[in-house]
Each structure stands twice: as C-alpha cells, then as structure tokens.
C-alpha cells in the first residue's frame, strides 16, 4: 500500500505555479520522496526525488518539510503540456520497487 | 542515451496464445522492473529483476505470467494462455543500482490487447 496522500485533482492556471501537495506522516529517516507524472497514456516520467533537503532541477523544485511529514512538487510556470497525474511515492525500506497510489491529476488550465 | 525500450508498443492476442514483451534498460542499468496498468486504472508492481535473478516477485500473478532478465539481451515478460483481463499497458523501469536514492526511468510501454 502506498504511504503517501495526495489529492485527487487539481487545477492551474497556465503560467502560474502549480504547488501539488504529498503527505507521507509514517515515512522513516532514511526514505526517499520521488515523484513522477504521467501524461495520459504514456510512460512515467521522472521528476524528482529527495531525503531532507530542498531539490531542484530543470524540471521542478521539491520542498520537504522539516519533520519530512510532508512534501509539495513546485512547477513553476506551468504549461498545458504539464496537465497529467503526479504521483508522490516514499520508497519504502527494504522494499525494491515504487508503489504508485492513485496520484493528482493536474488540470492546466488555459 | 537512449532511454527504456520496450517492444512491441502494441500486442494483439486471440485467448489462448502467448504474449512476449520486451524491455531493453538504459545503458549501465542492470535493474529492471515491471509493472501492469489496467485501463483506467493505477500503476501495479509485478516483479524486479537484476541481471540473471529475480528479486520480487511479489506482483506477478501465480499462473501464467514469468520474467527473466538474462546476461545478454533486453527483459523479457511472458505471459501464456492469455485471457481478456490480460488487456493492459505493461510498463518497464530501470535503475543503475539498488538503492532508495537510485531513481527508475520508464518505457513507453507496451499495450497488450486480448481479442
């Protein structure tokens, strides 16, 4: 079962920032924050992931909070092209794989 | 660097034959997962496997269904005796290591469908 809680959708202006919201109350010191999206029907994609401290790349910036019980994936100038479903996932300890929960479906919005 | 192949990107099957679905990683990765998403619904983990041995398998269905992943060559899923409800987009993943830090990239996926 996946250990993170997203909402279920969202919606954004195009243009703006578009702030998705994870909570992952139960995650242990060493896990990881990833998160993915996938655009309709596709593969998903790699966005980002993290331990403690704030991430950022080309694509996004994540920010953890301190008691690491919550995170939120910043797009910063959202576009249509972003509009998909973005799963938050803790990897779990010993575990192998990543369980995707039903995510946040982001609806840009022109 | 080309990323995660997968081939066929679309199977059809009658009821009964064999579905082979093919995954070659990235170069350098010798980690590789599957997993099954059945339209409309989420992502499911099927099995992870490293060069020449199977890790988890915790995901795979108990008849039917097998992974390999060999020395040489790409990974293969297999599924025999296919039936309708194995009508589902099969995606793979591969990481460079295992390790909690060590992100997965995916295919493009292939879309079984079960006539």
């Known amino acids: 079962d996946a250990k993170t809680t997203q909402p279920p959708s969202m919606d954004c202006a195009e243009g703006r920032a578009a702030n998705l919201p994870c909570n992952h109350s139960?995650?242990?010191?060493?896990?990881?924050v990833y998160w993915y999206r996938q655009i309709h029907s596709q593969g998903p994609q790699y966005i980002i992931h993290?331990?403690?401290n704030n991430e950022t790349n080309e694509m996004a910036s994540l920010i953890i909070t301190e008691d690491r019980k919550s995170s939120t994936l910043i797009l910063p100038h959202a576009t249509l092209r972003d509009t998909a479903v973005y799963y938050c996932i803790v990897r779990v300890s010993g575990g192998q794989n990543f369980v995707f929960g039903p995510g946040t479906r982001l609806s840009v919005l022109p | 660097n080309a990323g995660v192949m997968q081939n066929p990107r679309h199977l059809v099957r009658r009821r009964g034959q064999e579905a082979r679905l093919r995954c070659s990683p990235m170069?350098?990765?010798?980690?590789v997962y599957w997993y099954r998403q059945l339209p409309e619904e989420g992502l499911k983990f099927m099995v992870y496997l490293q060069k020449e041995n199977i890790i988890d398998e915790s995901g795979m269905p108990k008849e039917r269904f097998s992974a390999e992943f060999p020395k040489e060559g790409p990974s293969i899923l297999r599924i025999q005796q296919v039936v309708r409800g194995d009508s589902a987009a099969y995606f793979c993943a591969s990481s460079p290591y295992q390790g909690r830090d060590a992100e997965a990239f995916f295919g493009q996926g292939t879309r079984l469908t079960v006539v």
């Open positions: 139960t995650i242990s010191g060493n896990e990881y």
């Open positions: 993290g331990l403690k």
């Open positions: 170069k350098g990765h010798s980690h």
